[in-house]
């Protein structure tokens, strides 16, 4: 899967979580840029991001995850 | 030695000096000699634990790193957790565990013939063992690189500025500046001594001289109306806040003057306007520990039960949180009450944020205000069961503060006027700090003769109305 496609379906994912319909997602974005970005949501964003693309990330690779584009990169390495 | 003794005021300057004396390759030997001594001189004994405590840590962190094989990565990681827990777990609660043996015993109509022990918890066990954890685990996640000099190891688990009551610091911001090789630092150096000399204000103007007003009410529940424990309940949120915090504030500017920037400890949590944004704000270096630490790998394992998943989650954080703190029940309860408020906001957030957003409220003044009263008024009803001594007097407090009325308690006037004062000048501080930064600068402003008005103003305040005999931080005994 592209990066442009991992975006795409990540945008409505987002939204969802953060009840929010403005965000855009860009590789820069972290949880300091989303109002609603906090250490509780941000475990429901990782749960539905795992259904969203079915697969599992390892505790290890929420660590890695410094924004967005982080986040990207662990998605398309386990597609 | 703690930071309000005289003792203190000699070792840290005379350290201080010999650390910029000596060649910057070696320095961190003189911070660790002068760590042991800073410690070794509260209980000799206590630093054979210490000790102890580090050399099972670089043990056990350079064989994580040194085997390839993740299972025994991890054989390493919880047997490191678990034997340096082990002492904690020992002092700490082991006093209870018997009593509540030799009560069921007891009960049972057995005798047991074995006396109850007191042990005397060594000063910062609760906090060195989290940092050594906090390090176990970053090496495990290779967060961080296995320090392979014991020295340097020894060093950020009995550094003494953090040692007796944190902030809990992380190996990731410590190790490397142990390493730094850079001379003494003016801007740092006067930094640093500003943010002591408001350290101490809050403790022995604010923390000790407010203490005595809620020692007095706290020690005699019963003789005391409504009025009065509803006031010292009040204020008990600010005493804690000037003693852990007016500590944190002394522990960052000395390591501040050392050349070495440590976290912040409390980020003017009164202005927090939600429980959420409440323990963002108070005692930082604990709840981002226990964050990361617990938090995460429970939500984690939780999260396909999603919300509920969460919750327990952070239930169970903030419960762990009271038992840190005491082996008692009414600190169950502390954490309990924090984990169902969080909870219940957690819960309600998006109904909250939609009705904030349809009225534009987030921006308005009495909102915030409301926000903050609110959230102040859950913390100090928690706070009860952290002060009282056990569960029947924080009971108490509850029925007098309901059923019971009358004249308030004045005690001393001078102590509570001046506490007042104390707390009315922490409180300014903080409010333009919060909301307007850049305006009303004292410590901070352009003109000399302002900065040192101010710090004129703050000494002489610490020494006229300060007080000198007071007692010990809250801390040390968590």
């Known amino acids: ?79 | 030695m703690v930071f309000t003794s005289f003792n203190f005021l000699i070792f840290f300057p005379l350290l201080a000096t010999l650390y910029f004396l000596f060649p910057t390759k070696h320095r961190w030997l003189i911070l660790l000699a002068g760590s042991y001594f800073f410690y070794i001189n509260i209980k000799p004994v206590y630093a054979l634990l210490l000790a102890g405590v580090t050399l099972s840590t670089y043990l056990f962190t350079r064989l994580i790193d040194n085997t390839p094989n993740e299972s025994r990565k991890k054989t390493y990681l919880v047997l490191n957790i678990v034997l340096i827990l082990l002492p904690l777990f020992f002092f700490k609660y082991f006093g209870v565990v018997n009593e509540g043996i030799f009560g069921l015993l007891e009960s049972l109509n057995v005798r047991w013939p074995l006396p109850s022990i007191e042990l005397l918890l060594p000063v910062g066990i609760s906090f060195y063992t989290f940092m050594a954890i906090g390090y176990t685990i970053d090496v495990y996640n290779e967060e961080v690189a296995a320090e392979k000099n014991l020295g340097i190891v020894a060093l950020f688990v009995s550094f003494f500025p953090l040692i007796l009551s944190g902030p809990i610091e992380r190996a990731g911001n410590m190790l490397p500046q142990f390493r730094a090789r850079k001379g003494p630092d003016y801007d740092m150096i006067v930094g640093g001594m500003k943010l002591m000399l408001w350290g101490y204000f809050m403790k022995l103007v604010v923390a000790d001289r407010v203490g005595i007003y809620v020692d007095a009410v706290y020690h005699n529940i019963g003789e005391h109306n409504g009025t009065s424990l509803l006031f010292a309940a009040a204020l008990y949120p600010f005493q804690v806040y000037a003693d852990l915090g007016g500590y944190s504030l002394i522990a960052i500017g000395t390591a501040k003057i050392l050349g070495m920037n440590v976290m912040d400890n409390f980020r003017r949590p009164f202005f927090a306007t939600s429980m959420a944004e409440f323990w963002r704000r108070w005692h930082i270096s604990l709840i981002s520990w226990l964050t990361d630490y617990v938090y995460t790998p429970l939500s984690f394992a939780f999260r396909k039960y999603r919300v509920r998943g969460i919750v327990t989650a952070l239930l169970i954080t903030f419960l762990i949180s009271g038992v840190w703190h005491g082996a008692s029940l009414t600190f169950v309860i502390w954490g309990l009450m924090q984990g169902i408020f969080v909870s219940i906001e957690a819960l309600t957030v998006k109904p909250r944020n939609n009705f904030a957003q349809r009225f534009n409220l987030k921006k308005r003044g009495w909102y915030i205000a409301v926000g903050c009263l609110v959230t102040f008024t859950l913390f100090a009803a928690s706070q009860v069961f952290a002060r009282a001594d056990n569960l029947q007097d924080a009971f108490l407090v509850y029925a007098r503060i309901l059923s019971t009325s009358g004249p308030l308690f004045i005690g001393v006037p001078s102590i509570l006027l001046f506490g007042l004062f104390g707390i009315g000048m922490m409180m300014l501080k903080d409010f333009t700090d919060e909301f307007m930064p850049s305006r009303f600068l004292l410590f901070e402003n352009k003109h000399k003769p302002v900065r040192i008005l101010s710090y004129s103003a703050v000494i002489l305040l610490i020494f006229l109305i300060g007080v000198f005999d007071g007692g010990e931080f809250i801390y040390f005994q968590f």
């Open chain 1, 1 to 79: 899967m592209e990066r442009t496609d991992i975006v795409t379906k990540l945008t409505p994912i987002f939204k969802k979580v953060f009840n929010d319909d403005s965000i855009i997602i860009t590789d820069g974005l972290t949880a300091n840029d989303v109002a609603n970005w906090d250490s509780l949501s941000h475990m429901l964003l990782i749960a539905e991001v795992e259904t969203g693309f079915a697969i599992k990330f390892k505790l290890k690779d929420l660590n890695k995850m410094r924004n967005v584009g982080d986040m990207i990169d662990i998605i398309s390495s386990k597609l």
